[in-house]
Each structure stands twice: as structure tokens, then as C-alpha cells.
């Protein structure tokens, strides 16, 4: 069963906008990762936050980590057109080795 | 730097064919491996991993196999293709190392079984 459920399923703002994702999951963590998928292409990693983390940024992207609600969020400051991509959450469960379990994704869409 | 390759991009198949979908990972040692399929719309189904030559663990049954002849090579087959294994399959690559596992991913090969 799949870990991670992103909300919203699908998201559509206009530039400069900001952008909300949010993931939860099920099971205790090692930590949980952000990744982009530009579409018909492979995912590319964007952030990882640790389980003890609370808050991370990097660059545009901001992260939060609540492990009590098992719940991350990403935000998107500033949104450009070129930010539209499907957007993944995964998450390295305790229990789960070298494998990582996503979510079903958010689609964004920046409107120019 | 680290480069990960797929092959073919694109592949249409009748329904009973053989399947081959290769991956390569260069500028990095004992890379754990993965395969991955991904339905329209919706997120990733572990389908095999590997952390070594030779080891291969299944995630989910159904009628693909995997290997891992080579360190950084890693092959999805079938014998024989189904209608539902049409997808977009995508490869990925992670340190053995350490405890954060942040994967690296090829293009993807997008399957269309006919």
C-alpha cells in the first residue's frame, strides 16, 4: 500500500503565486523526500528532511516535517511557469531498507 | 558525476512477446538499484530491488523478472508481455551507504503492450 498521500491531487495558480503540497503517511520515518517529475520524464530529487527535522529550505522550496500528525508539506514561493511538473512526497520508512514508498502526487500547474 | 541511462524510450509490443529493459549507472560503485512502473497520473510501484550483483528483491508478483548481472547493470524481463504491463518504468539508483537513500532516476522507458 502506498505510504505517502499527497493533497491536493491537482493545483492551479498563477506566476508569482505561491503553492501549498502537502503529504501524509502511515508508518514512523527516517525521513521523507520531495522529488519533481516534469512530464513523460524521470523524477528528480528536490529535498530530503531528516525525522528530527522540523523545517528545512532550499532556495524557493520550503519543507515541514510534523512526525506527531505524520504529515510534510511543501511550499513554492514565488511559482514560475517552469514550476509546473507533478510533485512527489516519498518516505523512508523504519522498517523499510534502502527502499523508498511514494505518494500518488500533486500536479501543478503555473499559470503565465 | 554519476549518469544514469535507459533504454529504448519509447517501445510498443504485442500482447505475448518478450520484454528486455535495460539500465546503466556510471561514476558510482555497488549503487543500490531499483525498478519502478508508473501508471498514467499516479505515483511510483516499486517493482524490484537490488543491493548487489546477483540480488533481487520482488515487491509485488506478476510476471517480470529481474537481474542484475553487472555492479551497475540492471535489466527488467519478461517472457511474455500482458496488456496491463503497458507503463512508463523508470530506473533509479541510490547509495548502498548511509541511511538517507535520496534515488536518482533515469529517463524512463514508456512500454505500450498492444
Known amino acids: 500500500s502506498q505510504q505517502g498521500e499527497e493533497d491536493p491531487q491537482a493545483l492551479s495558480i498563477q506566476e508569482g503565486e505561491n503553492a501549498t503540497m502537502n503529504c501524509s503517511y502511515k508508518t514512523s520515518i527516517n525521513n521523507l523526500q520531495w522529488y519533481r517529475q516534469n512530464s513523460g520524464r524521470g523524477l528528480v530529487h528536490l529535498i530530503l528532511?531528516?525525522?528530527?527535522?522540523r523545517e528545512k529550505h532550499s532556495g524557493r522550496l520550503r519543507v515541514t516535517l510534523d512526525t506527531s500528525k505524520k504529515s510534510s508539506s511543501l511550499l513554492i514561493t514565488a511559482s514560475r511557469a517552469a514550476d509546473t511538473a507533478s510533485y512527489f512526497c516519498a518516505t523512508d520508512a523504519l522498517t523499510s531498507g534502502s527502499r523508498l514508498t511514494f505518494g500518488e502526487g500533486t500536479q501543478l500547474t503555473v499559470n503565465p | 558525476s554519476q549518469t544514469i541511462h535507459q533504454w529504448p524510450a519509447t517501445l510498443v509490443q504485442p500482447v505475448g512477446s518478450p520484454l528486455s529493459l535495460e539500465c546503466t549507472v556510471e561514476g558510482t560503485s555497488n549503487p543500490n538499484l531499483y525498478w519502478y512502473r508508473q501508471a498514467a497520473g499516479r505515483g511510483l510501484q516499486l517493482l524490484f530491488y537490488?543491493?548487489?550483483?546477483?540480488?533481487i528483491s520482488s515487491e509485488v508478483p506478476q510476471n517480470l523478472s529481474a537481474s542484475r548481472p553487472q555492479d551497475r547493470q540492471f535489466i527488467l524481463s519478461s517472457k511474455k508481455l500482458l496488456l496491463s504491463d503497458s507503463g512508463f518504468y523508470l530506473c533509479?539508483?541510490?547509495?548502498?551507504?548511509?541511511?538517507?537513500?535520496?534515488?536518482?532516476f533515469g529517463p524512463g522507458t514508456r512500454l505500450t503492450v498492444t
Open positions: 528532511i531528516r525525522s528530527n527535522e
Open positions: 533509479a539508483w541510490s547509495t548502498l551507504s548511509g541511511v538517507n537513500y535520496e534515488q536518482y
Open positions: 537490488s543491493v548487489g550483483i546477483g540480488q
